[in-house]
C-alpha cells in the first residue's frame, strides 16, 4: 500500500505579539469504518544518517513520555497522546465509550550512519531497511529518523509527517527539515509575523518531534487508509494533526517560555523536558486541541 500523502490545511493566523493562539481547524474528520492500531505500540527505530545526539535524546525523550507515568509537570505530554488513543472509542463501533490506553516501548534500536541506501530515503528503501529497523519482531512499528541532507520521500511534497504500510507492517519516518523543508518545522520557522523559538534550543531536534508526533497519531488512526481522515485537493487527505496545521494553541493561550533556551513550550515530559506538540483533531468536541 501506498505510504498516505497529507496534505497540509493551511489557517490564516492573526496574532498579537508573542506566541499566543488563534483557534481553527475547519473540516471534520471523519471514520471511514477501517480498523485502527489497537494493544500496545512496539516501535523500533532506525537511525539513518548522521542523527545528532541531542535529536536522539529529543525522540526519545518524547516517546518516553507519552506513557501516563511518563510526564512531570503540566500540562504532560501524555495528555495528548490520550487524545489519539481515544479515537477508537469514536469509531463507527465505539459508540463514544471509554477507550483503552495503550504503552508505547522501543524494542529494537538501530544505527546506519553511513547512509547504506544513499541520502534519498524512497519507500523501496525504507521496505528494505524494515526488518533492521524492527528486528525482525512481529507487530512492531518502524520509526525511521533521517539526519539532515537526508530527503524523505514526499516530505516537502505537501506531507511533513509521513507514515504507511509495507506488508502490513506499519512505518513512520521523519527527517530534519530544517534546511530540506523549513516549512515543515512551524512555527520555529516560515512562519511570518509569529516569534517562536524551539524549547530544546534546536530547530531540527524540536521539529523532528512534531513530525514524529504527527506520524504516529496518523499511524494510529488511520493506519491502514480507511480509518479517521478528511479529504482534501485530489488524491490527498487532512489526518488527525495536518487538519489542525498552523494553530499555536487552540485555547488562545500565551504559551510559556523556557527561561533557559527562550523557547515556547506546550507540554511537559520525563524529568520535565519541554514539547511543542502539533494541534491535534479532538474527536469528542469534533475540534482542534491542544495541550495548552
Not at 500523502?5 to 471511514?32: E, K
Not at 512496539?42 to 529529543?58: F, M, P, S
Request: net charge negative; hydrophobic share 40%; with cysteine.
Amino acid at each position: 500500500m501506498a505510504s498516505f500523502r497529507i496534505a497540509c490545511l493551511v489557517v490564516l493566523l492573526v496574532l498579537v505579539a508573542g506566541p499566543v493562539a488563534v483557534w481553527g481547524g475547519t473540516v471534520a474528520l471523519t471514520h471511514r469504518g477501517g480498523r485502527l492500531l489497537t494493544g500496545n505500540l512496539n516501535i523500533g527505530i532506525l537511525w539513518y544518517g548522521a542523527v545528532t545526539e541531542k535529536q536522539k535524546q529529543a525522540v526519545h525523550s518524547f516517546l518516553n513520555s507519552l506513557n501516563p507515568s511518563g510526564g512531570d509537570g503540566e500540562p504532560q505530554v501524555s495528555s495528548w497522546w490520550h487524545v489519539v488513543e481515544s479515537y477508537q472509542a469514536y469509531t463507527k463501533t465505539g459508540g463514544g465509550k471509554g477507550s483503552p490506553t495503550f504503552t508505547v516501548k522501543v524494542v529494537n534500536e538501530q544505527y546506519d550512519p553511513n547512509y547504506s541506501l544513499g541520502k534519498v530515503l524512497i519507500k523501496d528503501f525504507i521496505k528494505k531497511l524494515m526488518p533492521k529497523a524492527t528486528g525482525g519482531k512481529p507487530n512492531t512499528l518502524a520509526l525511521f529518523v533521517a539526519s539532515k541532507g537526508v530527503t524523505v520521500q514526499d516530505m516537502c511534497a505537501g506531507s511533513c509527517a509521513q507514515h504507511g504500510l509495507i506488508d502490513e507492517q506499519p512505518y513512520v519516518a521523519v527527517g530534519d527539515p530544517e534546511e530540506e523543508c523549513p516549512e515543515c518545522a512551524w512555527p520555529f520557522l516560515e512562519a511570518p509575523g509569529i516569534s517562536v523559538k524551539p524549547p530544546s534550543g534546536e530547530v531540527g531536534a524540536d521539529a523532528m518531534v512534531m513530525l514524529l508526533a504527527g506520524g504516529l497519531a496518523g499511524a494510529v488512526t488511520n493506519p491502514y487508509g480507511d480509518g479517521f481522515y478528511a479529504d482534501a485537493r485530489g488524491d490527498d487527505i487532512l489526518e488527525a494533526t495536518s487538519v489542525c496545521s498552523h494553530i499555536l494553541s487552540a485555547q488562545q493561550a500565551r504559551l510559556p517560555v523556557d527561561p533557559a533556551t527562550g523557547g515556547a513550550y506546550n507540554a511537559k515530559g520525563v524529568s520535565g523536558t519541554k514539547f511543542f506538540l502539533p494541534a491535534i483533531w479532538n474527536p469528542k468536541t469534533s475540534s482542534c486541541w491542544t495541550p495548552l
